[in-house]
């Protein structure tokens, strides 16, 4: 036992903060930041509220108007909800597999590291009054080098790649651990649902996020080295950027919104004391979602004037989603009204999500009509619909599963009080402050204007969206606040506090550096409601760093795997790369010179290690 | 079925309060035939995904009922799940069912929308630039265009083909009342259809964020009758007197580089045209109501008015302001 601890264990002191390679340690990094981010995007939307709730507002003129919609849309999207769903498949995914870390502990400090860097590319030039102004998806030719001249459209894009980076390393690393790394006897059709949400949702971003950066790059080089992508004049295309952008966008968006169900999926299991009903079924929807999600970006393009077949090819497509998205629900609540329900706070969010989302999912397929977008895309309708959909549809998940699993992450129990207050004000003041938009969009107010005159009538169902987004707001106060006290005040939870039936629940609470003591064996997709005593097996060292691998359908196991130390390289290859990105807006010569210290950095970071071959094929023992 | 009465099945019987309240700028209150069908479009969603919604609430709810008086203390590792699974397939089938009306209907609005009415077009050019409308009709009596900005009018019954342009970034012409949107798209001639039928003020805004005045990248829309159109036309054809005293400024000193007035000097294309200004509902994009007061604060304090406009405050005396706008409110 202490073995285990001084094996896994990271240095005290500034060192181990810097080396670490516990996924725990730098999920709980990513949350703080993601915290933070949210924080500071919510009060630019409250900002921007007070702006519009009456008409001919004078507390922003156009530039800090354009700027706010930017920095809250760009910071949400990019650095609020695909990292957060990232931190908890990286807190969450070894802990659920009765695993000791993930399967490239490095890489997800590099991952973290870099998305510090795109965090700070985003927020240190706003500090310095260079913000990017021209929305969450610059299209061009207003971010091309005609229309935006300076730099602000280059920190955007170049924002952009920090993250993917940050994204693309951590699906890669959880796709990895959980095809590799799953206990013994946990073949896939054991796996838990959560960890099916969490494999898509990887391979999704694997193949969704090389389009988002192959376009910000391509901007970036018409910018800086004057190739005509696109423009026009040039023999460029402005809408390739449009087609590029939006195959990223929109499973972009179901990246966002897969790991919810995961989480929706968890909660509703865990609280209705039964398995999930419909676990294949499920399974299949999410499949089905995740190759959908590729074939029907032209519906955020249905207004540029392509043809009305092609559009309504993609109006099909994109409506279908509605059938696997709608035996989802389905499921949860066949779950709920035939298990033995208890509705502790995490619960309560599941049922606000319902009742959120689906409005979401309604007014998503009304969007999904090519001939009716055309009166819908660009108006208020649209920013109700998708606040909806991202809030409503993944916010609320994760916040559950912020209250589901804080007792886990930190010994402690939230109290179930301010949860309740905390759940109130956030779902009633969003309902109360997003219902109105739709009416707005339908009684003809476009997005992204800084201001309107008061003929347009459209002041009162301004002003109710500003009173309950301020309610919201201080709800999501409440939570932090709750979170924040509570740990330090909070009941001690106890290993299992919920009654939980997925492996996380046997590790102690907080976990160790080694999550679990040994390995455990599954037998079923609810483990520890299958056993009083949950079998395990040994045979990995405790005075060396060894994880298990094992085989891909069936989860045989086939090796021990050394599994790297703490290391600075992680943190010093982030820097080289940033340097290079952040200097590649200024010169292309910077690519080429900061090739060479990211080389050089992933030549040691990557250098052999001294008895890095006892790992081998796994000797039968016990087994 | 005559599409106007497969229309009124599904009339909007529950948007009256909302329709009453929404004005000129809203799809709820259509004055054309795209506009028309789209209504049509979605009142048929909003009944169907309303019936859908209020089912996914009741059975939360009954779920929740019936599992709250369900209390035990182990967890149920293998329950039964066969009647469950039968109403998954139901389920199922509904949200198929739903989905192919859905699918269906817009299928036959897209083809309205796409319809072969061109014949008889009308043509109207319109050009987005950094933020106001360049338009343009052809002379009847003559070969060349005709040039306006920033009021749309349209004869009611008739078609017009809008052919969109840009000079500059990505805009959007949207007309609610009338129809949907099209992008207007730098390198691309896109076009759209419109057929109104009702005659009154519409007003159209430019819907795809396209810089600092996005805002105020209106125009107004009148929809005249036939007759009152084509006298309007005839009268925008004509040409303008020469401006008197001290504003002649307006076609020999700075205003006439960026603007046009037919029949002077002024030939600037940087502007809009202000042959017939005075005659427009608004200044400005449908910034300001037009007035003389408004066309003065205008030229003397554009950047003030939209801050990031293209028009540059220009040196002019106060008397030389004041006698501008007199004559160019007197250019109906």
């Known amino acids: 036992m202490s073995r285990l601890d001084e094996t896994w264990a990271d240095r005290p002191g500034w060192w181990g903060f810097l080396t670490t390679v516990d996924h725990k340690r730098i999920a709980a990094r990513y949350i703080v930041t993601v915290v933070a981010m949210l924080f500071l995007a919510g009060m630019l939307a409250l900002d921007m509220r007070l702006q519009l709730s009456a008409a001919n507002g004078t507390r922003m003129g156009p530039q800090l108007y354009d700027e706010s919609f930017s920095l809250h849309g760009s910071t949400m999207l990019f650095l609020v909800s695909v990292p957060v769903m990232e931190a908890m498949g990286i807190w969450l995914v070894p802990l659920m597999l009765g695993a000791r870390n993930l399967a490239f502990p490095r890489l997800t400090a590099f991952s973290y590291w870099l998305y510090l860097g795109g965090v700070l590319m985003l927020w240190v030039p706003h500090a310095l009054g260079i913000t990017p102004d021209l929305g969450w998806f610059e299209y061009p030719p207003l971010s091309g080098p005609g229309y935006a001249p300076g730099h602000r459209a280059d920190i955007w894009a170049q924002m952009i790649t920090f993250t993917e980076v940050a994204a693309l390393s951590a699906s890669v690393n959880i796709a990895a651990t959980i095809l590799k790394m799953r206990p013994p006897g946990m073949t896939l059709a054991r796996m838990p649902f959560f960890l099916w949400a969490m494999l898509i949702a990887s391979l999704m971003t694997i193949f969704a996020l090389p389009a988002v950066m192959l376009v910000t790059s391509m901007l970036i080089a018409d910018r800086l080295v004057s190739t005509q992508f696109f423009t026009p004049a040039g023999g460029g295309d402005v809408l390739l950027f449009q087609h590029l952008f939006w195959f990223f966008g929109h499973p972009e968006v179901y990246i966002i919104f897969v790991p919810a169900v995961g989480f929706v999926s968890a909660i509703v299991e865990a609280f209705s004391r039964r398995p999930l009903f419909g676990h294949i079924a499920m399974v299949l929807s999410l499949l089905s979602i995740s190759v959908l999600a590729f074939g029907l970006w032209v519906h955020h393009m249905f207004a540029v004037g392509l043809p009305r077949l092609g559009n309504d090819f993609y109006t099909a497509a994109s409506m279908v989603i509605a059938l696997p998205a709608g035996i989802q629900i389905f499921c949860w609540i066949a779950t709920i009204g035939s298990g033995r329900p208890r509705f502790a706070t995490p619960m309560l969010w599941v049922v606000g999500f319902i009742a959120t989302f689906v409005i979401g999912g309604l007014s998503g397929v009304m969007v999904a009509s090519a001939p009716l977008d055309l009166q819908l895309t660009d108006t208020y309708f649209v920013v109700a619909h998708f606040h909806y959909v991202l809030v409503g549809g993944a916010m609320f998940p994760l916040f559950g599963a912020f209250c589901y699993w804080y007792p886990k992450a930190t010994g402690r129990m939230m109290s179930e009080r301010w949860g309740i207050i905390a759940f109130v004000l956030i779902v009633g003041g969003f309902n109360l402050g997003f219902f109105p938009m739709h009416i707005l969009g339908l009684e003809g107010m476009p997005r992204r204007v800084y201001t309107y005159g008061p003929e347009m009538g459209w002041d009162g169902l301004n002003l109710l969206a500003t009173i309950g987004s301020t309610v919201s707001v201080l709800g999501g106060l409440v939570l932090v606040a709750n979170a924040l006290l509570s740990y330090w005040r909070g009941a001690p939870a106890g290993a299992d506090p919920w009654g939980g039936p997925t492996l996380e629940w046997a590790a102690p609470s907080p976990p160790p550096p080694y999550n679990f003591e040994h390995t455990p064996v599954v037998t079923g997709v609810a483990p520890l409601w299958e056993h009083d005593d949950l079998p395990v097996m040994t045979g990995l060292k405790d005075d060396a760093r060894e994880v298990l691998v094992t085989s891909v359908l069936d989860a045989i196991p086939l090796y021990r795997q050394h599994s790297p130390a703490p290391s600075i390289w992680p943190l010093l290859c982030a820097l080289a790369v940033s340097a290079m990105f952040v200097g590649s807006i200024f010169t292309a010569w910077a690519i080429l010179w900061g090739m060479v210290p990211i080389a050089v950095g992933l030549i040691l970071w990557f250098w052999p290690v001294r008895g890095r071959a006892t790992s081998g094929p796994l000797r039968a023992r016990g087994q | ?332």
């Open chain 2, 1 to 332: 079925m005559d599409g106007r009465a497969a229309m009124r099945l599904l009339s909007p019987a529950f948007f009256i309060p909302l329709a009453a309240c929404a004005g000129r700028q809203s799809p709820l209150a259509p004055a054309g035939l795209q506009a028309e069908w789209q209504h049509w479009l979605l009142m048929l969603m909003f009944w169907v995904c309303g019936i859908v919604y209020a089912l996914v609430m009741a059975l939360l709810g009954v779920s929740i009922w019936r599992g709250r008086h369900r209390l035990a203390a182990a967890p149920e590792t293998s329950p039964d799940d066969r009647r469950l699974s039968r109403g998954l397939g139901l389920w199922a089938g509904m949200i198929v069912a739903g989905l192919t009306i859905l699918i269906l209907g817009s299928f036959v609005v897209e083809r309205e929308l796409a319809g072969e009415r061109r014949r008889e077009a009308l043509v109207v050019r319109v050009t987005g630039q950094q933020w106001w409308w360049r338009i343009q009709y052809r002379d009847p009596a003559g070969t060349g265009w005709i040039e306006t900005a920033n009021e749309l009018h349209l004869p009611a019954g008739r078609t017009a083909r809008i052919e969109l342009g840009s000079v500059d970034v990505i805009h959007s012409f949207w007309v609610p009342n009338v129809a949907g949107k099209m992008d207007v798209i730098p390198g691309r001639a896109n076009a759209i259809d419109v057929t109104p039928h009702r005659v009154g003020w519409f007003r159209g805004q430019c819907a795809e964020f396209c810089g600092a005045q996005h805002a105020h990248m209106a125009f107004d829309v009148k929809v005249d009758t036939p007759a009152e159109f084509a006298a309007w036309l005839a009268a925008q054809a004509r040409p303008a007197p020469a401006p008197s005293g001290a504003a002649v400024v307006v076609t020999n000193g700075p205003c006439a580089s960026c603007h046009t007035i037919r029949g002077t000097a002024a030939r600037g294309r940087a502007g809009p045209d202000l042959t017939h200004v005075g005659g427009r509902r608004s200044v400005a994009a449908g910034t300001l109501p037009m007035s003389r007061g408004a066309l003065q604060g205008w030229i003397a304090q554009p950047q003030a008015l939209k801050p990031g406009t293209l028009m540059p405050a220009v040196a002019l005396t106060g008397a030389q302001i004041d006698a501008v706008a007199a004559y160019l409110e007197s250019r109906k």
